[in-house]
């Protein structure tokens, strides 16, 4: 089974330009979760979808950020601007439903300057 | 809210040594813990859960955690540490409720020959 694959692995980006990150769940995986975690800081919750419906995004930082979540199958996560506090690694994770478990990709690491 | 709380930052040990990783939650109810690794340049890696049953639970790679309901701690444990086992260990709680796990802050365990 593939796991979870997001890309790009690495993103330098100015102050103000947009970047979108992609993440592929493992097929079949009804829940995507998107993290990010500050240099330093703990793995903080983003958002969380079935299916294709956003079902928590109570941890978005605010309406700089946009996820969707196409046809239900893999995952888009745009900022737009991107500040210098949007640096970071973001992971993507999916899992089944009724599952305990979560498969996390190898994260984001997006630089803003 | 749940929460999870790593007191250190990082935790040095002498290869083949046991070696502790701290966690302490908090939650509404029974928890749904897990300890997740990220070796560098790498995701994060499942290790092992608490879902129910027996206090101490075996994982991966020769790991273990005893989920301690009173102290409401679930260290990782390992009896015998190994250089290789160096990396960034992560504690997650999850409510009964709730698919969101909440992560703690990491701990850098660093072991050497």
């Known amino acids: 089974e593939a796991g979870v694959t997001q890309f790009p692995s690495h993103s330098v980006i100015e102050k103000g330009q947009t970047v979108t990150l992609r993440c592929d769940p493992i097929s079949g995986h009804d829940n995507l979760y998107w993290y990010r975690r500050v240099m330093g800081k703990e793995i903080k919750f983003l958002l969380h979808?079935?299916?294709?419906?956003?079902?928590?995004e109570s941890g978005m930082p605010n309406n700089r950020f946009l996820a969707e979540r196409t046809g239900g199958t893999y995952s888009t996560l745009k900022v737009q601007p991107a500040e210098l506090e949007d640096s970071g690694v973001y992971f993507c994770?999916?899992?089944?439903?009724?599952?305990?478990?979560?498969?996390f990709g190898s994260g984001t690491r997006l630089t803003v300057v | 809210a749940q929460s999870v709380a790593q007191p250190e930052d990082q935790v040095n040990v002498a290869e083949g040594n046991p070696l502790t990783v701290k966690c302490t939650y908090s939650v509404s109810g029974n928890p749904y813990l897990f300890w997740y690794v990220q070796y560098p340049n790498r995701g994060l890696q499942f290790l092992l859960k608490?879902?129910?049953?027996?206090?101490l639970v075996k994982g991966s790679y020769g790991f273990e955690a005893e989920f301690n309901k009173s102290q409401t701690s679930f260290h990782l444990k390992k009896p015998s540490a190994l250089v290789s086992d160096s990396a960034l260990y992560f504690c997650?709680?999850?409510?009964?409720?709730?698919?969101?796990?909440?992560f703690g802050r990491g701990t850098s365990l660093i072991v050497h020959p």
């Open positions: 608490y879902i129910t049953g027996d206090n």
């Open positions: 994770a999916s899992s089944s439903q009724g599952n305990y478990g979560y498969t």
């Open positions: 979808f079935v299916k294709e419906s956003k079902q928590d």
């Open positions: 997650a709680v999850r409510d009964r409720r709730s698919y969101i796990p909440t």
